[in-house]
């Protein structure tokens, strides 16, 4: 089994490549900036230099590779159609090859209230109505697929227990990216996460609960 991960060099991509090397687990890290890269990841990994709006750019990767994991996303700037292209388009032109190729599963991280068009959110360029569309191009593409929909993402770490909600459950709440990073890969090796929708945060007062008890909600 090896993991192709897109958007390795941002701060949750980077957290889940860590975390499959930490469990010796075969990754190839899909990345635009070689030298940045080089310098945010361990060593070890395998890069395929690629852009999500070329298709050609990674198709030869998905070859070498069972399941993706895709924590990709536009950075905020002052073109409003950014989220459109790499948030939406960017992610059908991932799903397109992963289909052609019969990648094994697709896991896709978007984000909490993507359904809710009137979010503040979407005042800036529309991300959460794309992070949707995007949702909806993978279900029904006929990959088997998890989507994860984490809260506000935290860079540093934390001790406090997950909460897993289905879709359009939880509406409020953090996580650390550290956390988010364990939810993808915990999800490859839970069938219970097949074709569903996972609404994750994290809470001081919540009961701990092993992976099996989180993922079979």
């Known amino acids: 089994m090896k993991i192709l991960v897109v958007g390795a060099t941002g701060q949750t991509g980077r957290r889940i490549v860590a975390e499959l090397v930490k469990r010796k687990i075969p990754v190839m890290a899909m990345v635009r900036d070689k030298a940045k890269a080089r310098d945010v990841l361990p060593a070890c990994v395998d890069l395929i230099i690629a852009d999500v709006l070329n298709p050609s750019s990674f198709a030869s990767a ?75 191009y993978l279900i029904d593409s006929g990959l088997t697929y998890t989507i994860i929909r984490p809260g506000g993402l935290r ?40 074709n569903r929708i996972l609404e994750i945060i994290q809470a001081e007062s919540a009961p701990a609960k092993d992976w099996q008890e989180l993922l079979a909600v």
């Not at 991280?109 to 359904?115: D, N, R």
């Open 155 to 194: 860079n540093e770490d934390n001790q406090y227990s997950l909460i897993v909600g289905e879709a359009d459950t939880l509406f409020e709440g953090s996580i650390s990216r550290q956390e988010v990073a364990k939810v993808c890969i915990e999800s490859i090796f839970y069938p219970e996460t097949n």
């Open 62 to 136: 998905m070859d070498e590779c069972d399941i993706v994991i895709c924590a990709a996303g536009a950075t905020p700037s002052l073109d409003p159609t950014v989220f459109y292209w790499v948030d939406y388009e960017g992610t059908k032109n991932l799903i397109n090859v992963a289909k052609k190729k019969q990648i094994e599963k697709f896991i896709l991280v978007t984000s909490l209230c993507v359904s809710r068009f009137f979010h503040p959110l979407n005042l800036f360029g529309l991300v959460l109505f794309w992070k949707k569309q995007a949702e909806n």
